[in-house]
T-cell receptor, first 111, second 117 residues
């Protein structure tokens, strides 16, 4: 069964600090992996999309890594800002157009 | 223009009402999607339209009826809903649904917050 597991479920960090979110998946075959940011009550916004051959991809203060061998990805947030408070969802695209969503990590940045 | 526009943003309806959610995109995308999202849960796929034809129905109850009048518009007609149908309904679009597009990146709208009384 295709699954995407994210950890931690939630975390609190102080403004200016870094944090790393984890995503483990069992989706096969693998097409690509996406990280979305979702503010409360709003639609998800894409941060990065990574294919099999990509190990690292950055979008501003967000850096995603992918290890296709171990089927793990991480999202690193550098120098967190209050606006980073949101849910971060890992989504893996498998065969055809099938997307498997992770449960998300809720991040709260405190001043 | 990389927007997916959803209306209304908020909707409150009784269990006997008939209402519709609307979604519009002008990116030339040929695949459009409806997702349902409960609080603190990831979005759950409901329907996929590919080239204006319904290609996926994830066993959604018939009280939800999708419609794709043209390649830019997607509606979700609601009738005889239950309180447990209260959720955020998200529309999304992508270049196509065949998997042939390089990444199949999904663009989401802001959502319609539905409350069923």
């Amino acid at each position: 069964k295709n699954q995407v597991e994210q950890s931690p479920q939630s975390l609190i960090i102080l403004e200016g600090k870094n944090c790393t979110l984890q995503c483990n998946y069992t989706v096969s075959p693998f097409s690509n992996l996406r990280w979305y940011k979702q503010d409360t009550g709003r639609g998800p916004v894409s941060l990065t999309i990574m294919t099999f051959s990509e190990n690292t991809k950055s979008n501003g203060r967000y850096t995603a890594t992918l290890d296709a061998d171990t089927k793990q990805s991480s999202l690193h947030i550098t120098a967190s800002q209050l606006s980073d408070s949101a849910s971060y969802i890992c989504v893996v695209k498998g065969a055809g157009n099938k997307l498997t969503f992770g449960g998300g990590t809720r991040v709260l940045v405190k001043p | 223009d990389t927007e997916v526009t959803q209306t209304p943003k908020h909707l409150v309806m009784g269990m006997t009402n008939k209402k519709s959610l609307k979604c519009e995109q002008h990116m030339g995308h040929r695949a459009m999607y409806w997702y349902k999202q409960k609080a603190k849960k990831p979005p759950e796929l409901m329907f996929v339209y590919s080239y204006e034809k319904l290609s996926i129905n994830e066993s959604v109850p018939s009280r939800f009826s999708p419609e794709c009048p043209n390649s830019s518009l997607l509606n979700l007609h609601l009738h005889a809903l239950q309180p447990e149908d209260s959720a955020l309904y998200l529309c999304a679009s992508s270049q196509d649904a065949s998997g042939s597009y390089k990444t199949g990146e999904l663009f989401f709208g802001e959502g319609s917050r539905l409350t069923v009384l």
